[in-house]
Structures are given as C-alpha cells and as structure tokens.
C-alpha cells in the first residue's frame, strides 16, 4: 500500500513539473531576452559615449559657435566670476586668452590681479594667475595648513622650494590612492609643479599614468556633467590630446546651454553622483562653463590637427 502511495506522489510531481515546463520555459526566454536588450542598451551607450557622429567641416562650425556661444556668457557674467575670486578659473581664462587673444577674458583676468582685496587675503592663490607674482613663505605655509588636501597640492606645486611639507608627506604622487575629485585635482597639481620645479621622467610618467586612469573612466561615463568635463579640460592641458576622443568634446559642446554656459547637471545625474529629480533645468555655472570654454579653446586652438580641425589662426603672445 505504501509503495503504491509513493507511485502515485511520483507520478503527481512528475505532472506538475510537466505542466510547469511550459510556463518555465517561457521565464527563462523572456530573461535571455531581457538580458540580451541590457547587453543591447549598454553597448549603444558605450558607442553614443564614445564614438563620432560629426563630420570635419560640422565639428569646426558646431565648435567656433560653441566657443562664441561661451565668451559672451563669459562676458555677460564676469561681475560674478570676479566676485568669486575662484584662482583655478582666473587661470584657465589666462590660458585660453594666450592661446587666442580674447579682450573679454584679458580683460576679466586684469581686473582680477588690480582687486587690492587680493593683498589682504588669499594673496598666495595670485601665482596660479600671475606667476610672475611673489610667493610670501609665511602665508603660503598658513595656507597649505589649514586647506583639504587637494588644494594642498596646489599650494604646493606653486612654490615647492617654499613649502614646509613634502609631496611624499601629501601623497601627491600616489599613482592610484585618489579618485573622482581628487583625481583630477592631482593631475592639475602635478601639471602646475611641472611649470614650477620642471620636468623630469618620473613626473612626466605620473602624470601620463593620471591621464589614462581618467581617460579610461571617460570611456564609460555617460553623465556630462561638471566632473566629465573637467577630465576633458585637464587631460588636454596635460598635453596629451591623442587619450581624448573627439566624441567627448562632441557631447560637451551638445550640453551647451542656451545661454551659452554649462551646468552640473546631466537629466538626472550631477558630479556629486546624488540623483537631482525635477523637470526644471539648473542654471549655468562658471565652474562647467569655464572648464567647458578651456577645452573648446585646446581643441581649436592648441590642437586642431588631432581633432580634424585646420590651424587657419595664430597663437596669440599676450601674457593677459
């Protein structure tokens, strides 16, 4: 009797599976395909991130408009970015302006230096503007004591033979300790010490080594957001124009703003990598838009061959 009751509990199990088998066949084709449209999606991304869609002749035009577009942001804000007092800014309007002469960045750069609430305080950040400006020891140390850390580096690589502490103590030659942020802060720092102190091949293997670390992240990050284009701007500053791909300068001008700035915001992703919901768009800021116009300006100016573009401009020899 028992061994006929266990028959029969076998042949129910053995029906109930059977009858399953349909409903399980149907599950695990709708995850192959469910898996399939993810691995689809994720590879349009990579190729929308990364691969170029303008030809020569449109890049040029969409460039020259983007730029045009954020000098006369530049200009229409300028109040607000000389209240600011950001440095970094100051300096990378100096740079784009000795690589084209500009009078609106010239000009923005000139009445930052003659502010003579520079002399009182913040005096030591003026060389990263005016590097022919001395460096007070005292004040420069008092700075580098009480600043995070990466503006530590930046302190530092102004004037190395100054400071009282050590790169090795700051760990600004870590290869591999920092990241996001800090990231690219270092390679600005390790850029600026390179001006200061000079090159040598340890420094230049470093700052190579930085470069592909944030050139490899730019090949999966899709959010062009204020993070995103300051790998670009930085990179290119570093000199190495051949790790950015024209299709990241690409996606940057298309995040243009109307009024000609940039912000950080991508739909819903931002630098800080907290989700920001909402239908209304963040305004331009001059951090994005100013590191935004430095890359532009390297493209177009400082390497247009490696982007397809013609060299039909001098560079320009103003200091500001």
């Given at each position: 009797?028992?061994?006929?009751?266990?028959?029969?509990?076998?042949?129910?199990?053995?029906?109930?599976?059977?009858?399953?088998?349909?409903?399980?066949?149907?599950?695990?084709?709708?995850?192959l395909?469910?898996?399939?449209?993810?691995?689809?999606?994720?590879?349009?991304?990579?190729?929308?991130?990364?691969?170029?869609?303008?030809?020569?002749?449109?890049?040029a035009?969409?460039?020259?408009?983007?730029?045009?577009?954020?000098?006369?942001?530049?200009?229409?804000?300028?109040?607000?970015?000389?209240?600011?007092?950001?440095?970094a800014?100051?300096?990378?309007?100096?740079?784009?302006?000795?690589?084209?002469?500009?009078?609106?960045?010239?000009?923005?750069?000139?009445?930052?230096?003659?502010?003579?609430?520079?002399?009182?305080?913040?005096?030591?950040?003026?060389?990263?503007?005016?590097?022919?400006?001395?460096?007070?020891?005292?004040?420069?140390?008092?700075?580098?004591?009480?600043?995070?850390?990466?503006?530590?580096?930046?302190?530092?690589?102004?004037?190395?033979?100054?400071?009282?502490?050590?790169?090795?103590?700051?760990?600004?030659?870590?290869?591999?300790?920092?990241?996001?942020?800090?990231?690219?802060?270092?390679?600005?720092?390790?850029?600026?010490?390179?001006?200061?102190?000079?090159?040598?091949?340890?420094?230049?293997?470093?700052?190579?080594?930085?470069?592909?670390?944030?050139?490899?992240?730019?090949?999966?990050?899709?959010?062009?957001?204020?993070?995103?284009?300051?790998?670009?701007?930085?990179?290119?500053?570093?000199?190495?124009?051949?790790?950015?791909?024209?299709?990241?300068?690409?996606?940057?001008?298309?995040?243009?703003?109307?009024?000609?700035?940039?912000?950080?915001?991508w739909?819903?992703?931002?630098?800080?990598?907290?989700?920001?919901?909402?239908?209304?768009?963040?305004?331009?800021?001059?951090?994005?838009?100013?590191?935004?116009?430095t890359?532009?300006?390297?493209?177009?100016?400082?390497y247009?061959?490696?982007?397809?573009?013609?060299?039909?401009?001098?560079?320009?020899?103003?200091?500001?």
């Amino acid at each position: 009797m028992a061994e006929v009751e266990r028959q029969d509990k076998l042949s129910d199990g053995k029906a109930r599976f059977m009858n399953n088998r349909p409903v399980l066949r149907r599950l695990l084709i709708a995850c192959l395909v469910l898996a399939f449209l993810i691995c689809i999606f994720y590879i349009g991304l990579l190729a929308y991130n990364n691969v170029p869609f303008a030809s020569n002749a449109t890049f040029a035009k969409r460039i020259d408009a983007g730029i045009e577009l954020a000098e006369n942001w530049i200009e229409e804000h300028r109040m607000d970015i000389l209240e600011r007092k950001n440095a970094a800014l100051l300096a990378m309007l100096r740079e784009c302006n000795k690589l084209k002469a500009n009078p609106v960045l010239r000009g923005v750069v000139k009445s930052y230096l003659s502010q003579s609430s520079l002399h009182d305080r913040g005096a030591c950040w003026i060389p990263l503007v005016d590097p022919n400006w001395p460096v007070n020891q005292q004040e420069l140390n008092r700075m580098i004591g009480k600043e995070a850390i990466d503006y530590k580096w930046i302190l530092y690589a102004l004037a190395p033979d100054k400071a009282k502490v050590t790169p090795e103590e700051l760990q600004l030659f870590d290869p591999e300790r920092w990241q996001h942020r800090k990231l690219t802060h270092q390679l600005y720092a390790l850029t600026l010490l390179r001006e200061t102190r000079g090159a040598d091949e340890e420094l230049n293997k470093l700052i190579e080594h930085i470069c592909e670390r944030l050139t490899s992240e730019l090949v999966f990050d899709v959010s062009v957001v204020d993070i995103y284009i300051q790998k670009v701007a930085f990179v290119l500053r570093a000199g190495l124009p051949q790790k950015i791909r024209r299709r990241w300068v690409e996606r940057i001008i298309a995040n243009q703003l109307p009024d000609g700035g940039w912000n950080d915001r991508w739909f819903c992703f931002t630098s800080s990598r907290k989700p920001k919901f909402g239908l209304s768009t963040s305004p331009s800021d001059q951090h994005a838009t100013v590191q935004a116009l430095t890359a532009l300006y390297l493209v177009r100016y400082r390497y247009p061959e490696h982007f397809g573009l013609k060299q039909d401009f001098a560079v320009s020899e103003s200091t500001y």
